[in-house]
T-cell receptor, first 111, second 115 residues
């Protein structure tokens, strides 16, 4: 079993819809949670960062962490075609530790 | 501001050949990483370095070697290429501080095929 599980998709939505992404993990030691966005033929870039349980909002993006369920989510409101990318969750046990990545979910936002 | 620069972007190798993937960053970051990305498998850490002269293995180091003689450069060496090393390789860097937000800066990748 992988430490971090993520549905590979693709997830296809119409422009303006809410995109809902999630990851589950098995190691309760994970404390820091991140979402990276990766466009085709590019390197990943950090989108959201959260520590421990709770919600964090940044513009159209909301990240949620539920440590009791070992479950994290990313929501994209008012999705745009430019949001079409692969979204990778990542997490680690302590600041500065090596990150463990999920396999990524490919998202397609159709005009 | 170049960030993290990887060369080459594409390469085809024959089985048994050797090559070096180059990575350079101009942000004076102390931590540098090499990942490989296979379809649907996420990013797997090959090697990492916490500063010049210091390197350590990640989860998939077999068949690879690294060196870190300067803060800026972190080359990855493949000695005897095998088909299993066909992948996209990413170099990343970050400036670790105790309050860091774990923001890795990635290069644009090297797509390697071993035939």
């Amino acid at each position: 079993q992988k430490e971090v599980e993520q549905d590979p998709g693709p997830l296809s939505v119409p422009e303006g819809a809410i995109v809902s992404l999630n990851c589950t993990y098995s190691n309760s030691a994970f404390q820091y949670f991140m979402w990276y966005r990766q466009y085709s033929r590019k390197g990943p870039e950090l989108l959201m960062y959260t520590y421990s349980s709770g919600n964090k909002e940044d513009g159209r993006f909301t990240a949620q962490v539920d440590k009791s369920s070992k479950y994290i989510s990313l929501f994209i409101r008012d999705s745009q075609p430019s949001d079409s990318a692969t979204y990778l969750c990542a997490m680690n046990k302590a600041a500065g530790n090596k990150l463990t990545f999920g396999g990524g979910t490919r998202v397609l936002v159709k005009p | 501001n170049a960030g993290v620069t990887q060369t080459p972007k594409f390469r085809i190798l024959k089985i048994g050949q050797s090559m070096t993937l180059q990575c350079a960053q101009d942000m004076n970051h102390n931590y540098m990483y090499w990942y490989r990305q296979d379809p649907g498998m996420g990013l797997k850490l090959i090697y990492y370095s916490v500063g010049a002269g210091i390197t350590d293995k990640g989860e998939v180091p077999n068949g690879y070697n690294v060196s870190r003689s300067t803060t800026e450069d972190f080359p990855l060496r493949l000695e005897l290429a095998a088909p299993s090393q066909t992948s996209v390789y990413f170099c990343a860097s970050t400036e670790y501080q105790e309050t860091t937000n774990e923001k890795l800066f990635f290069g644009s990748g090297t797509q390697l095929s071993v035939l």
